[in-house]
């Protein structure tokens, strides 16, 4: 009973349980006073009962008369059979008390999905155990040795029984966690399961060790969930450093696909030298972003092309190729995992630096002043200043995407037409922002839920098209930049545009007007041909602003649009690459 009740003390311990309330504790030390009491009474009953009987045997040895009377008798039988079979009673109350108390036990141990076992100096284990390791530890323990259960290698098992026989000295100056330290703290488990060990003492008295409590515990969910965490977190680190070290990271792969290509070009052992010396050198780069995959496939292919074990210059070369395309595959992955933070053409690029937009205008109006030629200035403003058009928009595109998330639609990716001109953003910064508006009309009224298309013979994804050229005027030079803003939607219907006119301008000009006038109403000042408004749009506002972007700086903006079909926002503005 000593040992049990020690094991259920390591066994509260161990699993960390919060001290119940305090009418609770006192329940649970009322119900332990109640068995006391119930032994105390049996003693007391059963000494009574004992006194009782020998002073009806010693009465004639000290010369009183024995009992013969038959209602004596029946008194003390009756007073002896009721008391023992009472004190049978207390003591059958006090077992199932006690059979109730330990099923109880063993209830709420399996039910804690832990292994519980105990075993004492010699490594042989107990019979108390919980079912749990039976799954855990993928067997019974009872009788078994602790070493076969732990499945410690044969070449440790001797390290095992050393640390065993210090850990149950009564005198050794270590404590008992400096010790259970040097034993296992994980079980190999067959299915990859993270079973972690943890050891708990029972002490006879002060600093003499019985026995050892093992709890089995399976954390692989939590091991799988900090796992994740840190992967998330080295990601996070990787896209800080590619940041700050934008042009050191273009380096890096530039490196790596410089070993692609020499990798690529057969050569002996004897002369690989300099190729073996990149591959090493990658191997510190590639760690440094924190490309983790990349970087153990640098180093496997750098262990294998060192092992003794290639004896000549065709092995070394079969593990190279294959070496090559292992980390051809790892740059690619990591490519495109990146490509929408560093930009699809970062190679063609190189190197950048950072310049205030300011200080590029500042200096173009310097060079005016300082009379240099046109034609170079014109150059410094195309390649310099200006940036391509689609990559001022990239931001409309991730847009769309999100909106399309949120709303529960397919979108296929923007497609980019035209010939991509330059433009000073500085000039366009204010119409480009407004287009958040176009992208919010598209997905709320234009593109359709995926079983609205599919039952219009449409692919269930839509697709918006953006297209963008530099056009002349006839007759003139001016140039304007022409924005094209498509998609194949279900289009505008004239019909519910004429409908909401009536509501609020019943004798307006609309009457007069065709069905291609008639839907440029969507560009008016709180005009929507939805009923209420949604979180994306309806309140008549977007498309005005719009609009008002587009005149302030000169130019037209138009809509056309073929029910279910699509609708199409044709844009004009000046365009120009002057200061």
């Known amino acids: 009973m000593s040992e049990m009740s020690d094991l259920s003390t390591i066994i509260v311990e161990a699993t960390a349980q919060p001290k119940p309330p305090v009418g609770r504790r006192r329940s649970v030390l009322n ?49 002896t059979f009721g008391g023992i079979a009472y004190l049978y009673y207390l003591n059958y109350t006090v077992y199932k008390l006690v059979s109730d108390h330990d099923r109880l036990n063993e209830v709420l141990v399996n039910s804690l999905g832990q292994g519980f076992l105990s075993f004492g100096p010699d490594g042989v284990c107990d019979d108390v155990y919980s079912q749990a390791c039976l799954d855990l530890l993928e067997e019974a323990p009872s009788g078994k040795n602790i070493m076969d259960v732990l499945r410690v290698p044969e070449e440790g098992r001797q390290d095992f029984r050393d640390w065993l026989d210090v850990l149950f000295m009564p005198d050794h100056a270590l404590g008992f966690q400096d010790v259970v330290n040097f034993l296992p703290q994980f079980f190999p488990h067959p299915e990859k399961r993270r079973v972690t060990l943890v050891y708990r003492p029972i002490y006879s008295r002060p600093r003499v060790l019985e026995r050892v409590v093992l709890i089995a515990t399976d954390e692989t969910e939590e091991h799988e969930a900090q796992q994740l965490a840190k992967q998330r977190q080295d990601f996070a680190d990787m896209i800080c450093r590619i940041f700050r070290e934008r042009n050191q990271f273009l380096a890096t792969i530039t490196h790596v696909r410089t070993f692609l290509e020499q990798a690529a070009i057969p050569v002996s052992r004897e002369e690989s030298t300099s190729i073996m010396r990149l591959l090493h050198t990658l191997k510190a780069a590639v760690k440094h972003f924190h490309l983790k995959d990349l970087a153990e496939t640098v180093h496997t292919l750098e262990s ?147 079983v609205t298309r599919l039952a219009r013979n449409k692919d269930p994804a839509g697709l918006v098209t953006v ?96 029910l279910y079909r699509g609708t199409r926002f044709e844009i004009r503005v000046p365009y120009s690459l002057e200061v």
């Open 31 to 79: 119900a332990a006073a109640r068995q006391v009491d119930v032994l105390h009474t049996s003693l007391m009953g059963m000494t009574a009962i004992v006194i009782v009987l020998m002073l009806a045997v010693a009465l004639p040895v000290f010369g009183y008369a024995p009992v013969t009377g038959k209602g004596s008798f029946y008194i003390i039988a009756a007073t």
């Open 304 to 450: 294998e092309l060192r092992s003794e074990a290639i004896t000549s210059d065709e092995q070394f070369m079969q593990v190279m190729e294959a070496g090559r395309r292992c980390i051809g595959k790892e740059l690619s992955d990591v490519l495109e995992n990146i490509k929408d933070l560093i930009g699809q053409d970062y190679e063609r690029r190189g190197n950048t630096h950072e310049i205030e937009e300011s200080a590029l205008y500042s200096f173009a109006l310097v060079m005016g002043v300082a009379g240099v030629k046109s034609d170079v200035i014109d150059h410094y403003m195309r390649f310099i200043v200006a940036r391509p058009i689609e990559d001022c928009i990239r931001q409309f595109e991730r847009e769309l995407v999100d909106l399309a998330e949120i709303t529960g639609k397919q979108l296929k990716p923007v497609r980019f037409c035209g010939s991509n001109p330059p433009i000073l953003t500085r000039n366009f910064q204010a119409l480009l922002f407004s287009l958040t508006h176009i992208s919010r009309n598209i997905i709320d009224h234009g593109i359709e839920p995926a």
């Open 467 to 562: 297209t963008t050229d530099v056009v002349t005027s006839e007759g003139s030079d001016k140039k304007w930049l022409a924005l094209s803003i498509a998609d194949d939607g279900c289009g505008i219907d004239p019909a519910r545009v004429r409908a909401k006119l009536s509501a609020v301008s019943p004798n307006g000009a609309w009457r007069e007007q065709d069905d291609h006038a008639v839907i440029q109403n969507v560009f008016s000042f709180g005009f929507s041909t939805r009923d209420c408004a949604t979180e994306l749009s309806g309140r008549g506002v977007g498309m005005e602003v719009v609009e008002r972007e587009v005149k302030a700086l000169g130019g037209t903006i138009e809509v056309f649009s073929e």
